[in-house]
């Protein structure tokens, strides 16, 4: 479509809009929110058919859940990662390596959750896929996407690591950015899926990121501000704003039908695919370590998650009354709304937090 314009702007002047990532940016929010919002319900009630009884409850969480949530279906990461592909398909530009290598990673890590979902929801049961299983064919996705960013971009910042507050620091790290960018990708769509227990909570801190991460996308992409800046610029990865304006869109449609009570979950088929999409951004812009403080909640969850099992494991005794750290606070009194409004602000200080990096230096 990009290609099209290009040749018919000479003759329309009104067409050269499109080539501004800004304009396709905006688009693409416009596109995969009305696309959710149009074929949410019938999305919805085609997986209600399938599910039958919906994504079945964890006995072991909080029992206030076998009520509240018993018969919801689940696999509503479909929405979104429909809305997502059509919106970056129609308004990014399809030339550019690092929107494939987005995309590689996203569809990798949905199919992956797709199947866990599949089985937990055939079997009735909430184990899936293996956990070994399912680490190790992330880990090769993200591995085999962390090799093609690094063969993309120009050396020696293709395969280094940058830091924040520090215009020249760089640590070159070869052939083991393989090994980092992997980490990053797999940890982040693990932890935005340890983070997508209750209505509404993993959604917005997502589009918060992916907010943050359009910018620094858009910024980083661009040499002028690049320099003005005082980041390291990397050429090609202001295409990336068009994606993460496609996830907001799509983000905001699948909140109308997520907001408590929700009449969908996203699944492991939407949070994987959103967190792993989040890290290879922040691989291919650079800003990996940005990550951890714009991702500040996911990391939180994370955390918790392995400090209950290594603290057990090891003492016999839990840190949390439950874990991941949400589930902590509701054995402790707070009701679903509240923990969940609380964590969209900590969610969006900590994106304040990380944008600063970008002046600070």
Not at 47 to 63: F, M, S, V
Not at 313 to 333: D, N, S
């Amino acid at each position: 479509m990009l290609q099209w314009l290009a040749e018919f702007q000479g003759s329309v002047p009104a067409v050269n809009v499109f080539r501004y990532i800004t304009f396709r940016t905006g688009g693409a929010i416009i596109t995969a929110l009305l696309f959710v919002f149009m074929f949410g319900p019938a999305i919805i009630a085609l997986l209600r058919l399938k599910q039958g009884k919906g994504q079945p409850i964890r006995t072991d969480g909080p029992q206030s859940h076998l009520l509240t949530k018993k018969g919801t279906p689940t696999m509503g990461g479909l929405m979104i990662f429909s809305g997502l592909m059509v919106a970056t398909l129609l308004w990014g530009n399809l030339s550019n390596p690092y929107v494939w290598v987005v995309l590689f990673v996203t569809i990798g890590f949905g199919l992956i959750g797709f199947y866990d979902d599949y089985l937990k929801v055939t079997k009735q049961t909430h184990n899936g896929l293996s956990g070994k299983t399912r680490l190790a064919i992330e880990a090769l996705i993200a591995g085999t996407a962390a090799v093609v960013i690094m063969h993309v971009g120009r050396d020696p910042l293709s395969s280094s690591l940058a830091f924040p507050f520090f215009k020249d620091l760089l640590l070159d790290l070869g052939w083991f950015f393989v090994i980092l960018g992997a980490f990053v990708i797999v940890g982040a769509g693990n932890a935005v899926n340890l983070t997508d227990g209750l209505d509404g909570l993993a959604i917005v801190p997502v589009m918060v990121a992916a907010a943050s991460f359009g910018m620094i996308s858009y910024l980083s992409g661009n040499v002028l501000f690049a320099d003005y800046l005082q980041i390291h610029y990397v050429a090609g990865v202001g295409e990336l704003a068009v994606i993460c304006g496609a996830i907001i869109g799509a983000g905001i449609g699948f909140l109308w039908f997520n907001a408590p009570p929700a009449q969908i979950f996203m699944g492991d088929t939407g949070s994987l695919a959103l967190g792993g999409l989040l890290g290879t951004i922040a691989v291919a812009t650079k800003h990996e370590i940005v990550l951890a403080v714009i991702g500040g909640l996911f990391v939180l969850e994370a955390v918790s998650v392995i400090v209950q099992v290594a603290s057990f494991k090891l003492t016999g005794k839990r840190v949390f009354k439950m874990a991941p750290i949400h589930h902590h606070f509701e054995q402790k009194g707070w009701t679903e709304p509240q923990i969940v409004i609380r964590f969209w602000i900590i969610a969006v200080v900590l994106a304040l937090i990380g944008l600063s990096t970008l002046k600070l230096r």
